[in-house]
């Protein structure tokens, strides 16, 4: 019987004024998205709500794995002011928008009810080949 986990990846950012979203109904509808970075550990998975981004490196390897649930898209990237103060001359890498449309506990990447994302072992393992220090796990219980 596979296990399933709950993940809460770092947040490194918000929402930048270059995304497009329906905030009529909750969660809203992301239509574009730009990641305004204000901060970065590291990590190759980012959130902010109710959105999830990869390196474009991880996004690769999660294609190749041939995991269910997700499809890659285009992601808009920018800095804040504070990020720039922070870390001056830092390149970030490319990303690419984590868009999850599997569902949870059945697929390998799928949102709980809550909209935490749930993952199977598979995609635990190749997640954890790449920097995802900062982000919580725990066992998905349904």
């Known amino acids: 019987m596979r296990e399933f986990w709950s993940l809460e990846p ?18 809203p509808v992301v239509s574009k998205l ?20 990869v390196t474009e490196h991880l ?16 992601v808009n990237v920018a800095v804040s002011d504070e990020f720039t103060e922070m870390y001056p001359g830092r390149r970030l890498p490319n990303f690419k928008w984590l868009k999850i449309s ?7 990447f799928g949102l709980s009810d809550d909209h935490t994302l749930v993952v199977s072992d598979a995609a635990l393992r190749l997640l954890r080949q790449h920097t995802i220090s900062q982000c919580d796990v725990e066992k998905y219980d349904g």
């Open 10 to 27: 770092e947040v490194a950012g918000e929402l930048g004024d270059g995304s497009v979203l329906d905030t009529s109904i909750h969660p």
């Open 34 to 53: 730009e990641y305004r970075f204000t901060g970065w550990l590291g990590d190759e998975l980012l959130e902010t709500f109710p959105c999830h981004i």
């Open 59 to 74: 996004g690769a390897a999660l294609l190749l794995a041939r995991l269910t649930g997700f499809q890659l898209d285009d």
């Open 102 to 108: 599997g569902q949870a506990g059945t697929d390998d």
